[in-house]
């Protein structure tokens, strides 16, 4: 359904939510769905539970109500350590001028064939 | 990073991650956008839940429970890309039930008749599927993946709306006159989804030297109205609209003026059903509120370690 939420002229815009209140409710998970056998699990998005056998359940209902998936790993956010942005530069433009890592390096003549 | 990447993602039509510089006005934006959308899609379920019990077959039954619990989905969806911007769902979910955040106002019309969930997927997800098209392309990533995805499974749901539609237009004399009413009922409210007109509208400028917004209210509206009139014609019912007429040198459809003084009635809070929606929304939390503490209660005693998450 639906999304654009509209404020009448001369009426007060919704509130913004205030600086957390320390009231997170439950802890968050990240789910990660394995679409078919042979295939790697991947990121699906994250819900709220209480414990993991409750958060592989709601993994299951929210995220796998069509097919999408034969396995499911719940981690717990807070445990996800990640690169930071600004870093970036630093950690993967050094592979920019590497080209010699890639085949397309390499210049193998035609009568050769298929290399 | 800082503004000048920013600004330079945006202009490279990329996308802007959780973890990325942004300006606070982009931030602020997208948590507001964000939350009323997730809350729309779960105050939505409650004009569709209304029918689950009549339904008129089995299988529309089935049909209608699991679009109902699509929607309950796609809020949990939004609620999880809110979250990335800094939020928790909790402080939400309170903005709403204290009355300080909104939801669309599309579901403070009541569903009289089943040709009423008829014209809500049809008509109703049909618009949202336009603007939700459009809001997959958003600069925001989380945002716009979460779109991807609920795209994909409102397709379902506008098909399935449009051929309760269809039963009912070949239907009886009575069944016609329902399809018929429901479509009069809708069609309107449906139009006024996509908002004031570009003109009017407040926070469109920004949002699209944003990239959160791409198409313009009133290109989404005609967008609408293009596609669905060819639909209501195959139905053979009418668009309750004496100003609907093909434009042939624009390659349009030109419709008829909106009661904006109705629109904004709804938008203030006092359309048909916006204190009920919110009362029954605050009573089904409150009422559930034994049920996460038994959750919260038994994790603890279960596993103490996995609540300090």
């Not at chain 1, 530069?89 to 298929?114: M, N, Q, S």
Request: hydrophobic share 35%; aromatic share 10%; charged share 25%.
């Amino acid at each position: 359904m639906p999304y654009e939420i509209h404020t009448a002229p001369g009426e007060e815009p919704p509130d913004e939510p205030q600086a957390p209140t320390g009231d997170h409710g439950w802890p968050l998970w990240e789910v990660f769905v394995r679409q078919k056998r042979g295939l790697a699990h991947i990121h699906a998005g994250s819900l709220h539970a209480p414990d993991p056998e409750t958060a592989l359940q709601s993994a299951r209902d929210v995220y796998t109500r069509r097919l999408e998936g034969v396995s499911i790993w719940v981690v717990p956010s807070s445990t996800i350590v990640a690169s930071d942005p600004d870093d970036a530069a630093e950690l993967f433009e050094p592979a920019a001028d590497k080209a010699y890592r890639h085949p397309t390096f390499y210049d193998i003549p035609d009568e050769v064939g298929h290399m | 990073m800082g503004s000048e990447a920013f600004e330079a993602l945006l202009d490279a039509d990329d996308k802007i991650e959780p973890k990325d510089w942004m300006p606070d006005g982009y931030r602020q934006t997208l948590i507001r956008q964000i939350a009323q959308h997730a809350h729309s899609e779960i105050i939505g379920m409650q004009p569709e839940g209304n029918w689950i019990t009549r339904a008129p077959t089995l299988k529309r039954k089935t049909i209608l429970m699991a679009k109902v619990q699509d929607e309950a989905g796609h809020g949990l969806y939004l609620y999880s890309a809110a979250e990335t911007l800094g939020v928790s769902r909790h402080e939400l979910v309170g903005l709403l039930h204290g009355g300080r955040q909104k939801y669309s106002s599309i579901f403070n019309y009541p569903t009289l008749t089943w040709g009423d969930i008829g014209a809500i997927g049809w008509l109703v997800d049909g618009a949202a599927i336009t603007n939700q098209l459009m809001l997959a392309r958003c600069s925001y990533g989380p945002y716009a993946r979460a779109m991807v995805r609920i795209c994909k499974e409102e397709s379902f749901h506008q098909r399935q709306g449009y051929e309760i539609m269809l039963a009912l237009a070949n239907g009886s004399d009575a069944q016609q006159a329902m399809a018929q009413d429901s479509l009069n009922r809708w069609w309107w409210p449906s139009l006024m989804m996509f908002g004031p007109h570009d003109s009017e509208s407040t926070h469109s400028e920004q949002s699209t030297a944003w990239k959160i917004k791409r198409v313009s209210n009133d290109d989404l509206r005609q967008q609408f109205v293009d596609t669905t009139v060819p639909q209501a014609e195959f139905l053979g019912l009418s668009i309750p609209d004496p100003d609907l007429v093909w434009d042939k040198a624009r390659g349009h459809y030109d419709f008829g003026p909106i009661d904006w003084e109705e629109f904004w009635t709804v938008v203030k809070g006092n359309g048909p059903m916006n204190r009920e929606r919110i009362a029954h929304k605050t009573r089904a939390w409150e009422e559930g509120a034994w049920v996460r503490d038994a959750a919260t209660a038994y994790a603890a005693k279960h596993r103490p370690d996995r609540l300090s998450a």
